[in-house]
């Protein structure tokens, strides 16, 4: 069963994209098509030339490898082809709701709000020129807007885990997209062979237990991208220099301001950027985020002076340093300890489950596997534990950089040093 289009994309990943006409109105729409103007990977671009891919290409590409998957099921079970369009649609809006510099802008956001670009994302579905689409075609545009997030509690779960969790689209997407851009050899997996073996069983995705192999490379291939794509210590000194600019300028710029969706349909990465960098330095404040901006467009970056890489079972420094006095406390003794000024020093710990969640925003801890004895065919759940190559990845990529001026990394080096040696200094943050 396929869907009967009406044009097609050129994709350098994917080849030709097909797309059916509901799928070119939505392209068509102003939000669609301003994610263009959003780099896939911030920052990445200044480690990584090639880097320069867009969310537009990723949604596009996510939306192809959603339908592949739709449609291998839609030939062993009873999905239609009203629910592989469905599935199409929820991956192509998938991120519809991104905001500047993509996950940059989600940090300035949460310090401001609870919102995510999830939420974001449901929003525009259900109050722009999106919604008039879905309208036009029969789709509702408050159901869309959940299964856009992978959160539609009427669709089975199974069609929800197509757009979010272990073994979405968007994963084999954004996998093979970045490798691809960032010339990394990392995201290079075999997602054919995962989507030709997925099945359906007690409504949930399920993996032939013959390509394992298959599932446990793409879980790996995140893991390295991570690690050398996502949290690079230099694409991440970029991207705390711009999101302290954003948040320094955000009461001038009102870029956490969602109350209008026209003005935030404005707020694309040049845009931002040309804001940022043509501030009026009337105070200390917009000063400093206008120096920011212009030493991160023109690659004038902070340093590493001291880094800590843990991989734990448990998510323990990025728990110890969620709270902001925490991390102020951090960052006050490092500064005080190495006589430098607070505002030179940053303070990063960013953590990700090293495989990522389910659907429903839930540890992995098993998988299901689709096994064959004889003549019977049964699903067994099996723990991450159990599989040699996942299990040993298997909790959080713990890290915990220091970052600093050129001429402050030798005295910031050793003051972090000094400081973390303190066995008794972890506890005294948290009291």
């Known amino acids: 069963m396929t869907l009967t289009p009406v044009a097609e994309i050129r994709d350098p990943v994917h080849g030709y994209i097909r797309i059916t006409g509901i799928e070119r109105e939505l392209i068509d729409t102003p939000f669609v098509q301003r994610l263009r103007r959003i780099h896939q990977l911030a920052g990445s671009y200044l480690v990584y030339p090639g880097a320069t891919h867009t969310r537009f290409e990723h949604v596009v590409g996510t939306m192809h490898v959603a339908g592949l998957i739709a449609e291998s099921l839609a030939r062993i079970s009873d999905m239609d082809e009203e629910m592989v369009q469905e599935v199409r649609i929820a991956a192509l809006l998938h991120d519809v709701g991104h905001g500047p510099f993509s996950h940059m802008y989600e940090e300035v956001l949460s310090e401001k709000s609870e919102r995510s670009h999830e939420e974001i994302s449901q929003r525009v579905i259900r109050e722009s020129s999106i919604r008039d689409v879905l309208d036009r075609n029969g789709f509702s545009p408050n159901k869309m807007s959940e299964f856009a997030i992978g959160k539609e509690k009427a669709k089975p779960p199974f069609m929800n885990e197509i757009i979010a969790g272990n073994l979405s689209a968007d994963m084999m997407d954004y996998l093979t997209r970045d ?31 013959a390509a394992l192999y298959a599932y446990e490379a793409l879980l790996l291939a995140r893991y390295e991208m991570f690690k050398a794509v996502y949290f690079h210590r230099t694409v991440r000194a970029a991207e705390l220099m711009l999101v ?15 109350s209008d969706l026209d ?24 000063k400093e985020a206008r120096r920011l901006a212009l030493d991160f467009r023109d690659r004038k970056l902070v340093k590493c002076a001291f880094e800590k890489l843990v991989q734990r079972r448990e998510r323990m420094v990025g728990r110890l340093f969620a709270d902001e006095g925490a991390r102020t406390k951090t960052v006050s003794d490092i500064a005080k300890s190495a006589g430098v000024d607070p505002g030179l020093v940053y303070l990063d710990v960013p953590t990700t489950p090293s495989v990522p969640y389910t659907y429903s925003n839930e540890a992995l801890t098993s998988v299901g596997l689709l096994k064959e ?6 699903v067994k759940a099996v723990p991450l534990d159990e ?17 600093t001026t050129a001429e402050n990394r030798a005295a910031v080096e050793r003051a972090t040093t000094r400081l973390f040696k303190d066995q008794s200094y972890a506890a005294s943050i948290i009291k």
């Open 244 to 258: 302290r600019s954003m948040k320094l300028a955000d009461s001038v710029l009102g870029l956490t301001d969602l």
């Open 179 to 209: 490798s691809y851009f960032t010339g990394v050899e990392y995201g290079k997996v075999d997602a054919q062979r995962v989507i030709d073996s997925l099945h359906v069983a007690e409504g949930h995705l399920v993996i032939d237990d």
């Open 387 to 403: 599989l040699p190559l996942v299990g040993s990845i298997a909790g959080f990529m713990d890290m915990l950089r220091v970052y």
């Open 373 to 378: 004895e004889g003549n019977r065919r049964f």
């Open 263 to 286: 003005r935030y349909l404005e707020l694309t990465d040049e845009i931002v950027m040309h804001k940022l960098v043509t501030l009026e330095p009337s105070t200390l404040t917009l």
